[in-house]
C-alpha cells in the first residue's frame, strides 16, 4: 500500500516538469526570468500558467535568451527579490559569463535546470554535460534521482542559497526524469511557504536606506580575497546543507545528505553515480546481495560544494570502486566525478582503494541493468586480484572501431 | 525487473494519443494504489510518424528508470505499424500483444508471427468512432488492456478516468461520457 512519509503529504502522479512547477508555484518567488527550452521548457509553462491565472503573485519576465534570463534574475536578486530561473544544455551554456556574476556577487538565485547533452551533434536527451561544465562557477550543484527528490530539493535549495549567499542548482535528468510521470509527494501550500520561509536579504540594491555598490571593480588589491571569500562560502555550505536536511527530515520526513550510501557501509566494490541511473544500479545491488556478493552504491546529490572528506570516510573500506560520470571532460585526462572522487582519496592519503572510470549513457544512451552487472564483474575481478584491468577510461555500450 | 512488476509498450502514430493513453492509464492505476511510471520515447514530433510510450505497474515503489527492454504487454492503436516497425522486440513467449484491428487473432497472429495464444483484438477505431465522434483509439485500448491484464480493477479506473476527464472537460460533459463508453466496450470486445 503507497504510504506518505509526511502525515499532511499527498500523492500525485506527476512527471519531474510538473513536480518542478508545482514547488515553484508553492515558493512563489518574487521573480521568474525563463526562455523555454528543451526538455525544461515545461517547468515556466506550467509556473507562467499559475502567473496568468494569478496563481501565485510572482512577477514573471518573458525573455528573449538564456542569457538575459540569467541577467534579469541576477538583477532581481541584487535588488532583494527572491529570484529563480530555469534551463537546460544550450540554455545553461548560453548563460555562461552570467553564472560566475551571480556566483560573484553572492546573489542566492534558485535554477531549476534539467540535464541534457550539449550540441554539437545535436541531441536532446539526457547526460550531465551541461552542468558537469558549470561545476566551478560556485553555484551549489544538488542532483536528483527522480521526480521526488527533485522537488524536495528544490524546497531545501531555497533555503540553503539564502543562507550560503550563494546561488544554487537542483538538477533532474532530462525525458528519464522530466518527462517521467511517477508518484510523488506533495506538501501542503502552507508548510512549503513555512519551511521556505520569508527571504530577508542582509543588503539589497532597493535598500534606500542602506545604499550600497554590487559588481564595482576589483583589481590586484582586493579581487583574490573576494573570490577566496567565494571558494570558502562554497566550503561553508556543507554545515548549511546538514542543517536544512536535519529540518526537512523532521519536518516532512524523508532524510537527506551529500549523498545516499546504499548498502555501502560492508561492501568490497561499489559503484559511485549521480541522477537516475542510480534506481537501477540499487536494484542490481539488491540481486547481488541476495547471491551473496557484497556490492554497494554511492550515490552522490550534492556535488558542489563536493563532501570530500566525508566520501573518503565511506569509501575508505571498498576494495574496488567504479566511478561512473555521464559526461566526457575530452580532457586526455579523466572525467569530473572521477577526478573529484580520486583527488580526495589520494590528499587524505587513503590509497587502499583502487578506482576505475567508466563513462557511460551519453546523448541519453541507454544504459541497463545487464552493463550494471558487468560493471560489479569486472570490480569483482579486480577485488579477487586480477591486475590486468584498465587504468583509463572505459566507455559503456558505445561502438568504438 | 521484480516479479509483480508489470511493463507495458504502446505503439502509435504521432497525433493517435499513445502518449496520452500511457499517461492517463498511470494516473488512474495509481488511483487504484499502485506505484506507477509512465513515460513517452521522444523523437520526431509530426502527424502520423511511429512514436512509443511506456508503463510500468507495480505493488512496490519503482526504483528503475531505464527503457522497457521485455514488455509484458504490448499495444498496438494503429495496425499498419506492424509492417514498418518491429513492435514484437523483445517480447517472450508470456508477452502479449493487443491490436486495434478489424482482423481476426489467428490473421494478426499470421502477421506478427508470433502465437495464437499471445494475440488479442478489438476493434477500437470503430468503437471510438461510434461512443467518441472520432477515430481516436487510445481510450478504448485503456479498456482492453485492463481487461487482458486481468488483476486490474475496471470500476475503479472507469471512476478515475471520469473524474480526471471531467476536469479536462467540464465544458463539454459529452466527451467525458463518450470516452468512458468507449473503455467499457473496448473491455468487453477484446477477444483472444
Partial sequence: MMKTAYSKGNLVAKTGNEVMAEALRQIEPDVVAAYPITPATEIVQIFSQFVADGTVKSEYVAVESEHSAISATIAASAAGARAMTSTSSQGLCLMWEMLYIASGLRLPIIMAEVNRAISAPININADHSDTMGARDTGWIQIYSENSQEAYDNIIQATRIAEKAKLPALVAMDGFITSHCMEVVETYPDADVKAFVGEYKPERYLLDVKRPYTLGSIDLQDYYFEHRYQLAQAVIDARDIILDVAEEFKRTFGREYSFYEKYMLDDAEVAIVIIGSAAGNVKAVVKELREKGIKAGVLKIRVYRPFPAKQIVKDLAHVKVIAVMDRSDSCSGAFPPVYSDVTASLYSARVLGPKVLSYIYGIGGREFCDEQVVKVYETLGEVAAGLEKYSREVEYINVRIK | MSAKMIEIRWHGRGGQGAKTAALLFAETIMATGMYIQAFPEYGPERMGAPVQSFNRISEDPIIIHSGIKVPNYV???????????????????????????????????????????????????????????????????????????????????????????????????????????????????VKS
Fill in chain 2, 75 to 189: 499495444v498496438i492503436l494503429d495496425s499498419s505499424l506492424i509492417e514498418s516497425v518491429p513492435v514484437t522486440d523483445g517480447l517472450d513467449k508470456s508477452g502479449k500483444v493487443i491490436v486495434n484491428t478489424s482482423l481476426s487473432t489467428s490473421e494478426v497472429a499470421e502477421k506478427l508471427d508470433i502465437s495464437i495464444n499471445q494475440v488479442y483484438v478489438v476493434n477500437a477505431s470503430r468503437i471510438a468512432l461510434e461512443t467518441i465522434g472520432k477515430d481516436i483509439p487510445n481510450t478504448p485500448m485503456l479498456g482492453a488492456l485492463v481487461k487482458v491484464i486481468g488483476t486490474l480493477d475496471i470500476d475503479g479506473v472507469l471512476k478515475n478516468v471520469k473524474t480526471k476527464l471531467m476536469v479536462k472537460f467540464r465544458h463539454k460533459p459529452g466527451i467525458v461520457e463518450g470516452n468512458l463508453a468507449s473503455i467499457k466496450m473496448a473491455f468487453n470486445e
